[in-house]
């Protein structure tokens, strides 16, 4: 490591997930020429599971913040630089990437030109081998600079002098080369394609085009010619919007294609009358012991779900495809499926089922209360097993939910209604609400999934039994 390196520091971005790949900047909470300190929160960066703050693990001076606001980077890319040494005076750091691309070595650090008598150089580039003849090199066109002429009475050296390494490349305005790089059999395939190199795309080291980055322009350019292209509607002008899908929203999509196309799903349906459920959570609302606490018809769904998964434990499982095998889980995370407006997120409630109701109350609260602060980490939404979305807040009847990836299970659960029922054998006016469980068929039968769907549903009639079940 160079003494440039060594104080001019850049913090990557982190895997602040599992196994994630990119994250969008939101925003930055310091500037060039602000003092950091080791811990001390420099952006906030959202993932495809949680908004998260990052912490830089050095102190120093912000030299530069790589990329805007609202940049999505990919892990591992460097996103601001530090000199962890500004006492020292001026120094010329590392040349910063341009926004979005990765940042180049600096011709100082250059590889070394020989290595075992031959040097590494794409061929049409780079210095020439050594020798004890050289040409005088020509002027560039439009530069100061032009390489003196060898004199004459300069005694020719007995030994090849070490290759310096080459000037980097002048770049054009849009941070490209000037002149586009790519080895004289690529040029050659180019002009009979018909492709100009400064419209290609480079996917080699360095910035080099290569035979297939020349194919795949071709390819665009014969697509475009057969696609007929479009008259514009003015009809739809100004009235349309497009935004970029990434994020939460993009995550989500994705997690949902993978689990319906992945999981068979079956989903059944049953209609209960709660009326003594809702005269519990009146009751609950006034009880000492749940004083501070959410109380709402969810807390009492939620612990119907846990007792029916006591009650049928093979329905918190997990189907491992890559060994074949189905692991069925000991514990419960209940997943609780929240609306924020960063879009659906489904954090959980580690090992829900060891809670008691107070307990249970409390953590459901403060998941609702985080999740709409944005501050839900990746944590939070990892290892759930069973899920519950409440439509109902919507006013939704009942849906068919889709599986939360990696999960047996999820109820969704709807409106709570005044409905004409029959009780005792008379028609009443009764709070009604209707229940849907998917599960995944491939572990779990329409037996096992009913038993589950009709315990919950016995427990919302008769709450009395959270205590004979227990």
């Given amino acids: 490591m160079t003494a440039v390196e060594q104080r001019f520091r850049e913090f ?20 060039p020429g602000d003092t950091v300190t080791d811990g001390q929160v420099v952006c906030e960066v959202e993932t495809a599971k949680a908004a998260v703050e990052l912490p830089i693990p050095f102190d120093g001076v912000v030299h530069e913040l790589r990329f805007d606001e609202g940049t999505t980077v990919d892990v591992g890319t460097p996103i601001i630089s530090v000199d962890t040494d500004p006492g020292a005076g001026e120094a010329a750091p590392q040349a910063a990437p341009a926004a979005g691309k990765p940042a180049e070595k600096p011709a100082a650090e250059a590889e070394p030109a020989e290595k075992e008598g031959r040097q590494a150089n794409l061929v049409g580039y780079g210095a020439a081998p050594a020798s004890t003849k050289r040409r005088p090199r020509k002027p560039v066109p439009g530069s100061q600079r032009s390489a003196p002429a060898p004199s004459a009475a300069a005694p020719a050296p007995q030994e090849p002098a070490p290759a310096r390494p080459e000037a980097a490349p002048e770049l054009n305005g849009s941070g490209r080369p000037a002149r586009p790089l790519a080895k004289p059999p690529v040029r050659k395939l180019a002009k009979d394609l018909g492709i100009d190199l400064e419209a290609v795309t480079p996917s080699g080291p360095d910035g080099i085009i290569t035979r297939e980055d020349v194919h795949a322009a071709a ?64 009751d609950l609302k006034q009880d000492p012991a749940m004083a501070g606490l959410r109380v709402n018809p969810l807390l009492l769904v939620a612990k119907a779900l846990l007792v029916a998964i006591r009650r049928n434990p093979d329905v918190n499982a997990t189907w491992d495809e890559d060994n074949q095998e189905i692991v069925y889980k000991d514990y419960v995370n209940l997943g609780i499926a929240a609306a924020t407006p960063r879009g659906l997120i489904v954090p959980n ?20 209360t985080t999740a709409r602060e944005g501050k839900t980490t990746p944590a939070d939404m990892s290892g759930g097993t069973v899920t519950i979305t409440n439509v109902g807040v919507f006013g939704i009847d009942a849906g068919t ?3 939360n990836p990696g999960e047996s299970a999820i109820l969704a659960f709807g409106a709570v209604k005044l409905q004409p029922w029959v009780h005792k054998g008379e028609v009443k006016p009764r709070q009604v609400t209707t229940l849907a469980l998917s599960f995944d068929h491939r572990l779990v039968d329409g037996e096992l999934g009913s038993k589950v769907l009709a315990d919950v549903a016995a427990v919302l009639e008769r709450p009395k039994r959270l205590i004979t079940w227990a």
């Fill in 349 to 368: 409630i580690k090992d829900a089922h060891a809670k008691t109701l107070p307990e249970l109350a409390s953590a459901l609260g403060e998941l609702v």
């Fill in 219 to 282: 390819e665009a350019v014969q697509t475009a010619r057969e696609t007929p292209v479009a008259a514009p509607s003015r009809a739809v002008e100004g009235r349309e919007r497009r935004v970029p899908v990434k994020g939460v929203r993009k995550a989500t999509a994705q997690a949902m294609v993978n689990s319906a196309f992945t999981a068979p799903h079956v989903t059944e349906f049953v209609t209960v009358d709660v009326t003594r459920t809702m005269k519990l959570v009146a």
């Fill in 12 to 31: 990557k971005m982190p895997d602040v997930g599992e196994g994630l790949t990119e994250a969008e900047i939101l925003k930055w909470f310091v500037a």
């Fill in 401 to 403: 939910p889709i599986l």
